[in-house]
């Protein structure tokens, strides 16, 4: 079992920056690929990031802009964002799998409680 705690959410205006943080439990962290996905009001989940040992993925409409990172000793999952954009307000979630990364949710077991990121104009 792994348990996810997100944090860093908050209201910040365009052009701003956040940085996203999931803290999970468990000795085996390093072996999971950690997803970061989201969720607008109306919309579907939809995949931001994720990686695993070896690879990092984005979405096309974050590449340049946020940057997933983790640090296994601490067994944390970092998504740094810049140049927010109001189209990226939603609820971010942290998500884990004991496999390779995977763009799709219903492949992740793991997810945590979600953290709000909004971004005003």
């Known amino acids: 079992q792994v348990q996810l705690v997100e944090s860093g ?3 910040v205006q365009a052009g701003g920056s956040l940085r996203l943080s999931c803290a999970a439990s468990g000795r085996t962290f390093s072996t999971y690929a950690m997803g970061w996905f989201r969720q607008a009001p109306g919309k579907e989940r939809e995949f931001v990031a994720v990686i695993s040992w070896t690879t990092t993925r ?3 409409s974050v590449k340049g802009r946020f940057t997933i990172s983790r640090d296994n000793a601490k067994n944390t999952v970092y998504l740094r964002m810049n140049s927010l954009k109001p189209e990226d ?3 971010y979630y942290c ?3 004991l496999s390779g990364p995977d763009t799709r949710w219903n492949e992740y ?10 971004v005003s104009s």
């Not at 077991?109 to 909004?118: E, H, K, L, P």
């Open 95 to 97: 998500a884990a799998r």
């Open 109 to 118: 077991s793991y997810w945590g409680q979600g953290t709000q990121v909004t």
């Open 58 to 60: 984005y979405v096309d």
């Open 89 to 91: 307000t939603a609820v």
């Open 9 to 11: 959410g908050g209201l």
